[in-house]
């Protein structure tokens, strides 16, 4: 178990291309952090800085107090798993799981103790003579945990692993990986582009785009706080809705719909650009003076996502029934306006 | 019908053409058991069988010398051809380091340059280091191939990054992954490129007649070609073909031996013969 800490972390491959930009980050023992972001914001770069696989341009990496920087991933203590399993073709899932404790000179006796903690946990010990083409796409996930697990390492990296796994077997390794992080209470890394693995696994999650951390906070607080549009457009789904318009006092106009806002100070009656957020679970039907028209409906069983229209801006509406509305219909929605957050249209940044 | 007759004329075709193939072998080692007189009949078969012909070469030349040099220089040609230009197109393949295009790109140029060009340049190399009539000569110049190093790092950029990083994170050197990870899976590329590299170097007849003059240094192709027109067969076609065969015989033991291996790592290669 280790803390980590990243101090001005730069990465550039030539001179014009930062990929990462002074990224700072303390990562406490034992926490799961998880780093999201769209493709290319830098996520698995920031992943493979402190493993050691990629070089850094500038800054400094501490793995439980130590100064890492020069030191090779063999030294860091650190374990990998990766999305394509990684597992060496060539070995059984025994050898997998032991091969990097031989290099490491483990006594045989320790190496078969600790394959067999591994096996019972991960529920891999039939496997342990296959060959990782004979396994399914979850199996060999788990024997790529469990060769991070028998290292019992300070830290755990995880760089997208439930990625080229089906929906259901990625819920399934979802609760597994939170699970095994409950019983190891070991320092977790995890990299994804899924808000919604962010969301469930994450003590804390870091918002990457371009390189740079939007915001960083608890699941909860990035859902329910984001600080800038992007962050608010990021995670949540389906995504909040956003309307372009002006903010006049405390009377928000845009195409189609003209709210007045309850806890906005600014009395200036100036008017302003205003990017109106609200997520989709946050609009009502059935009541209130906004008409909008019914693109499509789609039904979830316990849920409806209703597409709509409100004078040509696309928005999406989570309802919690289940409830069936043709295309083109006109339905009355309201905005819940305590709900409802405000952004600087051309900085993106939230206002409230 | 008309499918059966097809097939049937393409059989006859293919079978004619194989035997043409064949024959010459089946007439080479024919010759060698016959009777000298009945050597240059058309058929294989004589009237009776002997081993005179082997019988007579072997006392001429030492052909067992020839074979142990030849064992020899093949053996540690293509272990060294198989080390070295893995290595090298691991690098080629895998690490991030100035100039490595270039350095590629004068490899594949080599490949253009016909052996024969470089043949007075590397024979003054060899009198300049000394090595006329030695092992080094023979050894030396081929303990890299271009060729092995295109298909190793052709073959080595197919292998998947996740693989490498999770080698090094387990604590593997660059020459481990190389030797523990990659050359375990690339036994097709291996098995090419020491199958057609010792093919190569145990056929080469050219450069050992210029490096190699003393009778305990040659080589198998060297001796027999020596022996078949140099003068000491005296005309006698079927010692000459006895010493042919001699030569030919543990190559194509080696490729019948290999030959599954050979064809399947031809095709996963991507290799054309």
Redesign the interface.
């Known amino acids: 178990m280790a803390s980590v800490q990243l101090k001005n972390l730069k990465k550039a491959y030539t001179k014009d291309n930062l990929v990462i930009d002074d990224f700072s980050l303390d990562i406490s023992d034992g926490e799961f952090l998880v780093l999201v972001g769209p493709s290319g914001c830098g996520k698995s770069t920031i992943l493979?800085m402190i493993?050691?696989?990629e070089d850094i341009t500038a800054g400094e990496i501490f793995i439980d107090g130590n100064l890492v920087n020069d030191q090779?991933?063999?030294n860091r203590d650190?374990?990998?798993v990766?999305?394509?399993?990684?597992?060496?073709?060539?070995m059984n899932v025994y050898n997998n799981l032991a091969?990097?404790l031989k290099?490491?000179k483990f006594p045989k006796q320790e190496i078969a103790k600790r394959v067999k903690l591994a096996a019972n946990i991960l529920e891999i010990g039939r496997y342990l003579q296959k060959k990782p083409k004979e396994l399914s796409g979850g199996e060999r996930q788990r024997v790529a945990l469990g060769?991070a697990i028998v290292r019992d390492p300070k830290v755990f990296l995880f760089d997208e692993p439930l990625s080229n796994l089906d929906a259901k077997l990625r819920v399934q390794m979802r609760a597994e990986i939170k699970k095994l992080h409950n019983e190891l209470q070991t320092t977790m890394i995890y990299v994804t582009h899924d808000q919604v693995e962010a969301m469930t696994m994450g003590d804390r999650i870091v918002i990457l785009k371009d390189g740079i951390a939007q915001q960083i906070g608890s699941p909860m607080e990035v859902y329910q706080v984001p600080s800038n549009r992007f962050v608010g457009s990021f995670i949540g789904s389906p995504a909040m809705n956003f309307i372009e318009g002006d903010l006049t006092g405390n009377v928000f106009e845009g195409p189609g719909v003209k709210v007045e806002l309850t806890d906005i100070e600014d009395q200036s009656n100036q008017k302003r650009s205003i990017t109106l957020g609200i997520r989709p679970e946050d609009i009502s039907i059935g009541q209130g003076q906004i008409t909008a028209q019914v693109i499509v409906t789609e039904p979830l069983g316990s849920e409806t996502i209703i597409h709509i229209k409100l004078a040509d801006n696309p928005l999406v509406i989570k309802y919690p029934q289940l409830v069936f509305y043709k295309p083109g219909e006109k339905i009355i929605i309201n905005f819940n306006t305590a709900r409802i957050m405000l952004f600087d249209t051309h900085t993106g940044k939230r206002l409230k | 019908m008309k499918g059966k007759i097809k097939k049937l004329f393409l059989l006859s075709l293919l079978t004619v053409l194989a035997l043409m193939f064949i024959y010459p072998f089946f007439w080479m080692i024919g010759g060698t058991l016959k009777p000298e007189i009945e050597v240059m009949n058309f058929s294989p078969f004589g009237s009776s069988w002997s081993l005179d012909s082997y019988r007579i070469m072997l006392g001429k030349i030492p052909l067992f010398r020839a074979l142990f040099n030849s064992i020899i220089v093949s053996l540690i040609s293509t272990v060294s051809v198989l080390v070295l230009s893995s290595m090298t197109g691991y690098a080629l393949a895998r690490l991030r380091f100035r100039g490595r295009s270039v350095i590629f790109n004068i490899i594949l140029f080599t490949m253009v340059l016909p052996f024969q060009l470089t043949l007075i340049p590397l024979y003054v190399l060899m009198v300049k280091f000394g090595w006329v009539d030695t092992y080094a000569a023979l050894i030396v110049p081929y303990t890299i191939s271009a060729f092995a190093i295109l298909l190793f790092r052709q073959f080595f950029m197919q292998v998947p990054h996740d693989l490498i990083d999770a080698a090094r994170i387990d604590g593997l050197s660059e020459l481990g992954i190389l030797f523990r990870i990659f050359w375990p899976l690339s036994k097709p590329a291996l098995i090419t490129v020491g199958i057609i590299h010792y093919m190569g170097i145990w056929n080469e007849a050219l450069w050992p007649m210029i490096v190699v003059r003393k009778l305990s240094m040659m080589t198998m192709p060297q001796m027999v070609a020596l022996y078949a027109v140099g003068g000491q067969a005296e005309s006698q076609v079927g010692t000459q073909l006895a010493a042919a065969t001699l030569m030919s015989l543990p190559i194509i033991i080696i490729y019948l031996v290999l030959q599954r291996h050979f064809i399947a790592s031809m095709a996963s290669s991507g290799l054309k013969g």
Do not use: E, S, T, V
């Open positions: 493979r493993a050691g696989l090779p991933p063999k650190i374990a990998m990766f999305q394509n399993y990684a597992l060496y073709p060539h091969f990097g290099l490491r060769r």
